[in-house]
């Protein structure tokens, strides 16, 4: 009994193994279930040339806008020394974290939270003798941001907005005066409602705030 | 069916059944279970001050599920529950790596660390946390309590009381537990080894270069240097994924294994210099004990023992043996029902301590005389940034880096040179960070007096990151100072002086 229940185990366990490896080298429903993480190992994916960060921030009634994370009660680092936030690269935990704020402070009706995606050029990372070593260009480091969700004081999604990465990435197909007269302007400009995904340019985004 | 075939089955039937059910004593597991929760230790006491922002409901989970469009998995615990599971989940992992309970100890470990990793995939979940997991179940299931641990010291100690006081040697037991963690290690390298060929990036450095400029780890000097050599980064990870694909054909064989488990152990150790990373290869390094079998544990002893006893100064190990058993206590060995109470009873208290400390500490600041904190207005400056337009981006942010060479290495520049000969071929490479449009680029030839030489051009389409061009001054140019000059719409956006002699 005890050999037949090892043998059941060894083979069920070296099965979902395989079938993990299986479906990733394939790229057949590897990431169906949140389960698969356990058995799918996508390590180093997703590493870009800019450095990405997050920035949560409250509106209050007055205009006054409001850092929402972190937290006022002290930063939390988890594997250097950013905190929680910048570590969300999809930014579907960012508005949940500024609620828990909202929720354990002091602060005046909040009326919108807005999440922001900052993205800088890695190279900028680096010290200015080995950036200079790299590319002999003088430059300063500049950010660009992109608003990525709007939501009301109470976390209810209005409105979400696609990365600066897939903007970047749809301009440098779509920089094309052929492809362009191809596509017609609804198609170019979509702003979204919740839950829905598209894209825009940062700058009609910055004139919706 | 003929006589060949039934014995080539029959023999395999015998070695897959030798494989997982060869007795042995479990010394690996053994030494596993001692190093693996102190280093998920490591990771877990400085979160448990977060606990109730980081797991529960109470705080600002993250569960990996949300991800998925799977809201709801796991269901999040209050704020009280999510620091006593934490507590639990620490003192279950104490209590497995000296072996106190064990089995009952790592399956709480186990099913702590995976529920509560599940709940927040943006600070406490990584692919180490998930092969601990795999590792603290397997764990479970084996024997690795044994040996080296507060169970075989108590029951060594209540046999040698109530019979002959003769020491029991340590008992052989099944191995396939250990060989499931030996199979799940080259299954993830192998699975990593795939990952890593449907990244095209990979291949050409350009991915593992932007790791290397990464700050999102802890600090890597040493990787920001590595990635001014591009072409060693492609050798690099050339040979990591050959070690990755192989290791789990070749791991078996006894001769090869401890060169495969040297290279891991080099491999991971570096990624710490080069990318900042600390549990990650603590994890890995840990689970190659694992590979450790009697054999090898047996061997290595025999040379320790050797080793000591040609010493030229020799501790007695008859009189240390002795002052081991002095120093051990006195008191009466507990039968094991009254140690499942004692631990049972520790759990608990440590779990109610903790959530009381932690109730305590006031992690929010609820408590505080002035009352919850106030919120902190956003830096105007930062403001300011986020509310006007963004500017252009530069074309020298997309531009990683216009380096001269005199060879190439799977598309990049082997060496960078600041002299070149005359009449000698060198190559000059921009490399483009993507995203990017398609570019036409420029690169002039100047001399010392800024005088144009020589000019051409290059389209750079968006699925490329690289324009090389190469060069031969000729013999009839004079030495000096020349300029490489790269242009993107007529203007100058990066240079190179080199020397010709």
Redesign the interface.
């Known amino acids: 009994m005890k050999r037949c229940l090892s043998n059941g185990f060894i083979v069920a366990y070296l099965s979902v193994l395989l079938f993990g490896v299986v479906t990733h080298a394939l790229q057949y429903h590897a990431h169906r279930h949140p389960l698969t993480y356990y058995i799918v190992w996508d390590m180093f994916c997703g590493w870009s040339a800019w450095e990405q960060r997050t920035h949560i921030v409250g509106e209050g009634e007055s205009g006054t806008l409001y850092e929402l994370a972190p937290g006022p009660w002290g930063e939390y680092h988890p594997y250097g020394d950013i905190p929680r936030q910048h570590y969300d690269p999809f930014f579907n935990h960012a508005v949940r974290q500024g609620i828990n704020v909202l929720k354990h402070t002091r602060h005046e009706p909040i009326s919108r939270i807005l999440v922001y995606e900052e993205v800088w050029p890695k190279k900028c990372n680096l010290p200015e003798p080995l950036r200079q070593r790299l590319c002999p260009v003088p430059q300063d480091p500049a950010s660009q941001f992109q608003l990525r969700w709007v939501c009301d004081g109470e976390g209810t999604v209005q409105q979400r907005y696609v990365s600066w990465f897939d903007i970047q990435a749809q301009q440098a197909v779509s920089n094309n005066p052929r492809l362009q007269r191809e596509v017609t302007p609804s198609k170019q400009q979509v702003i979204l409602a919740s839950g829905m995904q598209g894209q825009n340019s940062a700058a009609e985004l910055r004139s919706a705030n | 069916m003929d006589v060949s075939s039934i014995t080539s089955r029959r023999s395999l039937r015998v070695s897959v059944r030798e494989f ?2 060869q007795e042995q004593v479990p010394y690996g597991p053994a030494l596993l279970r001692i190093t693996l929760p102190l280093v998920l230790l490591e990771t877990l006491l400085p ?1 448990w001050i ?1 606990a109730r ?2 797991f529960s409901a109470d ?10 469009n ?1 809201p709801g ?1 796991p269901p999040e615990p209050s704020g009280t529950l999510a620091v006593a599971m934490m507590t639990a989940l620490i003192v279950a992992l104490m209590s497995a790596s000296i072996g106190w309970l064990t089995r009952p100890s790592l399956l709480i470990a186990c099913g702590l660390y995976t529920y509560l990793t ?1 709940l927040d ?5 990584t ?1 180490y946390s ?1 092969i601990s ?2 590792m603290l179940l397997l764990l479970s ?1 084996s024997q690795c309590g044994s040996i080296w641990s507060v169970d075989a010291w108590r029951k060594r100690r209540s046999h040698s009381h109530s019979m002959t006081g003769i020491p029991q040697l340590p008992q052989a037991y ?1 191995i ?1 537990p250990q060989r ?1 963690i030996q ?2 290690i080259a ?6 080894a ?3 060929m ?2 095209d990036a ?1 291949f050409t450095s ?2 593992l270069r ?2 290397l ?7 890597n000097p040493a990787g ?2 590595l ?2 050599y591009p072409a060693v980064v492609i050798a690099m990870a050339n040979f990591a994924i050959v070690w990755q694909i192989v290791f789990v054909f070749i791991i078996w064989k006894p001769v090869v294994r401890w060169v495969m488990l040297a290279i891991g152990v080099m491999f991971h150790a570096s990624t710490t210099p080069l990318l ?1 990373l600390y549990v990650f290869p603590q994890v890995m390094i840990s689970s190659y004990l694992s590979y450790v079998e009697e054999g090898h544990f047996l061997r290595v002893r025999g040379f320790a023992r050797q080793f000591w006893s040609e010493l030229p100064v020799r501790l007695d190990s008859s009189r240390l043996a002795a002052t081991v058993e002095r120093l051990q206590p006195r008191f009466r060995v507990p039968a094991a029902a009254a140690s499942g109470v004692v631990w049972i009873g520790i759990l608990l208290t440590a779990t109610l301590a903790g959530v009381a400390a932690e109730s305590f500490c006031d ?4 408590r505080r005389a002035e ?9 105007p400056q ?2 300011e ?7 252009p ?2 074309f ?8 001269v060479g005199l060879d190439m290495l799977g598309g990049v520049l082997l060496t960078t040179q600041r002299t070149v000969h005359r009449g000698q071929p060198f190559f000059v490479q921009a490399s483009m ?6 570019v036409w680029l420029n690169c002039q030839l100047l001399d010392s007096n800024r005088q144009l030489l020589h000019e051409v051009g290059q389209i750079v389409s ?1 699925e490329h990151l690289r324009a090389d061009w190469q060069y031969n001054i000729p013999t009839e140019f004079p030495p000096g100072q020349y300029s490489l000059v790269l242009q993107h719409q007529g203007e100058a ?4 002086v080199i020397g010709v002699e």
Request: aromatic share 14%.
């Open positions: 997982f059910y979160r977060h922002e980081l705080g600002a989970a993250a569960p990996l599920a949300i991800n998925y799977l998995f599940l995939c943006v600070s406490t979940m692919k998930v997991s795999h299931l099944p396939w499931l199979l799940f299954l993830v390298y192998f699975g990593a795939c990952t890593k449907h990244t990979y350009d991915q932007y790791w400029m990464t700050n999102v780890n802890n600090d920001e240097l990635s001014f900042g992690p929010y600041g609820l009352g919850p904190f106030p919120l902190k207005q956003l830096d930062l403001a940034r986020l509310m006007s337009p963004n500017s981006i530069l020298s942010d997309r531009l990683l880096s216009f380096d960070a993507p995203p990017h449009e398609d968006r956006v990066a240079e190179r």
